[in-house]
């Protein structure tokens, strides 16, 4: 998802509070005799944001169905469908309030890049531990002679982290175009560098790169984004879409994001879902069917801001 913008920002705001539904509509050109699916599409519990009702509902009903918390702590909600069906609808719908979190890049203190990663070679207490597991390659996420070219010009010698990861969410964002029809899930980073366009997903998963090469733990976060209708026209109603962003561990800070493709530090605009190594930690429904031959996928996400005086 991208929303315009022209330098880096942090939304100085009180907390926010949101509808978010989010639908997906398969239908299958055969039936499908067998489907197993993973869900991930319950707002996380973070310190700065408050799920105050979730539900999901599945149709055709589930033969089976499980929820549980995945390796990173993101909810997952497991089913099953054992009878034959042409379709498939899952809707999520959450209210979720958000509060003021970003730090003030003009005003936030952050150690050089260089002693971040000295620090998490020799990880001093439990939060550099944790955050060891977000320093590897992993599925989606490669280093390679084009990320470490793209990335060289951010990590100057003793930068600050902080300065370096506002650094690096600009130039993605600068030399980046996005294009919804440019990429898949599956299209390498070498590939989104030669051609200079790609989605959320495929910035996400740069900046990641970048940090990673350079010793510096970085996650995927997936969730959505308020964007806003151009003035004198309504808001529409699936109009919205899922977002990516990207975490970084910066010690003093804590994990701090940055949202290359808007050029944003997000905060209360964004609803965070869960986090993961890559996108494939973290996608929104993923599974594996039976039957089914070709099909075709409808995926509709509003998210509506609730009055402010709603709050609690």
């Known amino acids: 998802m991208s929303m315009s913008a022209s330098a880096l920002t942090r939304c100085d705001v009180d907390a926010a509070r949101y509808r978010v539904l989010h639908d997906t509509h398969y239908r299958y050109e055969a039936p499908v005799l067998l489907s197993r699916q993973l869900l991930h599409l319950t707002p996380r519990a973070c310190p700065w944001q408050s799920c105050e009702s979730h539900r999901i509902a599945i149709h055709p009903a589930p033969a089976e169905r499980d929820e549980r918390d995945d390796y990173f702590g993101n909810r997952e909600v497991l089913f099953a469908l054992e009878a034959p069906h042409t379709e498939l609808v899952v809707r999520a719908e959450s209210v979720v309030t958000v509060s003021p979190h970003a730090p003030d890049p003009r005003q936030a203190q952050s150690p050089p890049w260089e ?17 060891c597991q977000f320093l590897y390659e ?19 010698p003793e930068r600050p982290l902080l300065d370096a990861l506002v650094d690096l969410t600009q130039r993605i964002h600068e030399h980046f175009e996005f294009d919804p029809d440019a990429t898949t899930v599956a299209t390498p980073l070498e590939e989104v560098l030669a051609h200079g366009r790609g989605v959320c997903q495929d910035f996400a998963h740069l900046a990641i790169a970048c940090l990673r090469a350079h010793g510096v733990a970085a996650r995927y976060v997936s969730g959505y984004l308020l964007t806003t209708p151009p003035p004198g026209q309504p808001r529409l109603v699936g109009a919205d879409a899922s977002h990516a962003w990207v975490s970084a561990f910066v010690p003093g800070l804590g994990w701090v994001d940055v949202d290359p493709t808007n050029n944003l530090l997000p905060d209360t605009q964004h609803v965070t879902i869960a986090w993961g190594r890559d996108f494939s930690d973290v996608s929104p429904l993923r599974g594996v069917i039976l039957g089914g031959e070709e099909h075709e996928v409808e995926v509709r996400v509003t998210v509506e801001p609730l009055r402010q005086q709603a709050l609690r």
């Open 138 to 156: 992993s599925p989606l996420v490669r280093t390679s002679p084009g990320v470490l070219r793209f990335a060289r010009p951010v990590f100057a």
């Open 115 to 131: 002693a971040v990663c000295a620090r998490l070679r020799s990880p001093p207490d439990a939060a550099a531990l944790d955050a």
